[in-house]
């Protein structure tokens, strides 16, 4: 009698993850028992999943996902045993969601699609491309052929380690001489090109030779292509979009600069006849032009190849008197610019943007409109021309364009913004009707948080009020004592109404003109962030003439000196600046005071409830102002370092029923530091209220409208009365001079610290 053996399973069955339903002992097997991880695996394995249509019906996962309406497939994670089912049961459903269940949130379920296998692939190429490679043969020859260029290999005599790359465009030639793969020599010429191109070759390549060549204490190992990448590419695109004996577009950014040029010498010729400006250094005038004109257009300069033209530079208003202050400035200060170049056709972003055209003559040689009689314009206005467009012949590439004949070039004129600009959304718009090419803006972003970013992680809603709170030190000198002093401040910035803004880093063109007619604007934007970063962020950098600090004195002397020497020492510039004629308007220069200052007539730094705008008390406007209360900000920070620490949102009414705030630390406070609150608008023009103690049981309020061209108009002020409206010297001070010191001084602390000392 044989003993029965238990049958094999069909292979369905092996496979559907079920049992039979006898074996040949007819008892039913045990099931297997499936957890989240067996699932979780199976969701991962190669073959998918190896549940049954039974057992995804049954598990209660597949249910509450239902519930929660997230879609699910057969490879879902299933909860079927019993543990697993009971812990699930007990979970209120209603107040289920993803976020709370953690790492669930993330799990990816089933098989990745293609399009997610693509972005992923993306975001990897995006990070490997940020490392340009290494300077080398290999590193110089890769980079060439990315950028579409022909290139090859002049070998020298037999033994000798030279070797020269040349690298050819279209009409684009540069030499690199290599000796044991380090870079030499490099030759930068456009055969194809006119004189008015050529004569700038020399020193482009002088700076594609600099981003080459090891720096001191550099090796060859590590140099790197990252700046030489960045300034070849810029002729790379040139040469890529011209076509031979055609289109030049070398020659059409030549012309450009060669009509710009002509207009910034008119202007500069323009300036030094201005009989209110004589005795003024020729950097000082220069300045003028550069932050209050048309900008100073420049070819190869700053390190960058190709044309720019300069429209913003910090401390404009204190030009260095000596060669080392002025080499300091030159490489340290910042300086706002466009980069001016081509770019292809963007049919969605360009609609109003005419195609590129070569020529020098985009302004009249005379640069001054002709005046006609009878005109009531009586300043010298600029004459604009309009050349003729630049035909090209069909595009053989493509299909049917043979047909259509000659056209006009797929190219405009591009402007890249070096650095980009923080702008706010109607200025976006308005650029956008002024024809220049940028696209639509969405609202996703406000101006502060592109000024002060939110930490990652940190709670950021752009409709909510903000506050951010920075302590920094303030140096600067008492009148008639030499030293300097170190005071603290306690800044406060606050956001109350949405300001919603965009970066502005590229945009087309059709004419110079535009560009020169969106300066007053971006020159607005530019000093007001400046104003922003100087008093909410830390100053790292080195200073012109770092001063020699002292604690605050409890007495001052009542020596008394002229206005330019207090004004000179209260300045961290240490060059004397260049004194103008006696029978001059008053400058920014002229309108300091040598006012006595004891220990009586300190300033009372206790503050007091401000007042709002209109005059009338508010205890809103600025909470860190009032005698008895200190907003939740000061209650917690980080002395140690930098980063913005981030509050959760409170529940505690503010300005116009808000019901969360956000508060941004950069720095922590000082319970002795200075209170100096703002509060930021930009209804029509970016306005700043400002409050600090001022004289005894006073509190200075000064609201001020920065526009175009940087200048700052005094809208309201309590500063300036009958007590102080003549100065020792006797001069009337006037409170255009409020807007004067900012528009000098560039940083917030610095500006109360002069009203503060001198004006009390």
């Known amino acids: 009698m044989t003993t029965p053996t238990p049958m094999k399973h069909t292979l369905s069955q092996q496979g559907s993850g079920r049992t039979p339903s006898q074996t040949q002992h007819g008892a039913a097997a045990t099931p297997p028992v499936s957890t989240p991880f067996s699932m979780a695996h199976a969701a991962l394995s190669p073959h998918g999943s190896r549940l049954s249509p039974q057992a995804v019906k049954k598990s209660p996962a597949i249910s509450a996902a239902a519930l929660l309406n997230h879609p699910t497939s057969t490879s879902a994670v299933s909860f079927d045993s019993p543990s697993a089912a009971a812990a699930f049961s007990n979970l209120q459903l209603s107040d289920l969601d993803f976020k709370s269940l953690g790492g669930l949130a993330g799990l990816q379920v089933g098989r990745n699609t293609e399009d997610e296998k693509a972005k992923r692939l993306d975001e990897v190429i995006s990070i490997l491309s940020q490392n340009r490679g290494y300077v080398s043969e290999a590193g110089l020859e890769r980079l060439a052929q990315k950028l579409e260029l022909d290139c090859m290999w002049d070998e020298h005599m037999a033994g000798e380690s030279k070797r020269t790359l040349i690298i050819a465009g279209s009409a684009l030639e540069l030499l690199i001489g290599f000796t044991d793969n380090i870079v030499q020599s490099l030759t930068l010429a456009f055969p194809e090109s006119s004189e008015s191109v050529n004569k700038h070759a020399e020193d482009a390549g002088k700076i594609l030779l600099e981003n080459l060549k090891l720096q001191p204490g550099q090796s060859p190992l590590t140099k790197q292509l990252d700046k030489f990448s960045v300034n070849f590419e810029r002729l790379a695109i040139l040469d890529k979009l011209s076509i031979a004996s055609v289109l030049n577009l070398y020659e059409a950014i030549a012309g450009v600069f060669d009509s710009l040029s002509r207009l910034h010498q008119w202007e500069l010729q323009k300036v030094r006849e201005d009989a209110s400006l004589a005795g003024r250094t020729d950097e000082y005038l220069r300045n003028i032009i550069l932050c209050n004109r048309s900008g100073t257009p420049a070819m190869n300069a700053r390190g960058k190849v190709g044309m720019r033209i300069d429209y913003w530079k910090n401390k404009h208003l204190q030009p260095p008197t000596n060669p080392q202050t002025a080499a300091y400035v030159e490489k340290h200060e910042k300086i706002w610019g466009i980069l001016v170049g081509c770019a292809p056709v963007n049919r969605n972003l360009d609609v109003n943007v005419h195609p590129v055209r070569v020529s020098n003559h985009w302004i009249s040689e005379n ?305 002795e530091a200075i209170k100096i609150d703002i509060n930021l608008t930009m209804v029509h023009a970016p306005r700043l209220q400002i409050a600090f103690p001022f004289r005894a049981s006073e509190t200075a309020i000064v609201v001020l409208e920065i526009r175009e061209n940087g200048q700052v108009h005094v809208e309201s002020q309590n500063v300036l009365d009958e007590r102080n409206s003549v100065a020792p010297n006797g001069r009337e001070r006037r409170v255009e001079d409020l807007g004067k010191m900012l528009e000098t001084v560039e940083d917030i602390g610095k500006w109360v610290e002069f009203v503060r000392t001198r004006w009390a």
């Open 367 to 671: 640069v001054e409109l002709p005046h006609i009689p009878g005109d009531l314009q009586t300043s010298p206005m600029v004459h604009w021309l309009e050349p003729e467009d630049t035909i090209v012949p069909p595009d053989p590439e493509k299909a049917g364009d043979s047909l259509l004949g000659p056209r006009l070039p797929s190219v405009t004129f591009s402007a890249t913004f070096d650095p980009p600009i923080h702008i706010s959304f109607g200025l976006w718009e308005q650029l956008r009707s002024m024809g220049i090419g940028i696209p639509a803006m969405d609202v996703s972003k406000s101006f502060d948080n592109l000024v002060f970013p939110i930490a990652p992680g940190g709670y950021y809603d752009p409709t909510e009020p903000r506050e951010i709170h920075h302590t920094k030190d303030i140096n600067y000198q008492l009148p008639g004592s030499p030293a300097w002093v170190s005071r603290k401040h306690a800044n406060s910035l606050y956001i109350y109404k949405p300001v919603y803004g965009k970066t502005l880093t590229e945009a087309s063109f059709s004419h110079p003109q535009h560009l020169i007619a969106m300066l007053p604007y971006l020159r607005q934007y530019a000093f007001l962030s400046t104003l922003l970063e100087n008093s909410f962020k830390e100053d790292t950098g080195p200073k012109r003439t770092p001063p020699q600090t002292t604690a605050h004195p409890d007495s001052f002397s009542t020596k008394t000196s002229t206005n330019r020497d207090e004004f000179n020492r209260f300045m961290s510039l240490s060059p004397t600046l260049v004194k103008p004629p006696s029978d001059e308007a008053p400058t920014p220069m002229d309108i300091s005071t040598s006012m006595s200052i004891d220990a009586s007539s300190q300033p009372n730094h206790s503050g007091t409830v401000p007042m709002s705008i209109d005059g009338g008390a508010s205890q809103h406007i600025f909470p860190s102002q009032a005698a008895h209360s200190q907003p939740t900000s000061h209650l917690s920070s980080n002395n140690n370092n930098n980063q913005n620490h981030q509050v959760p949102p409170t529940s505690s009414g503010g300005p116009n029923n808000h019901s969360t705030l956000t508060h941004t630390f950069t720095s922590g406070p000082d319970p």
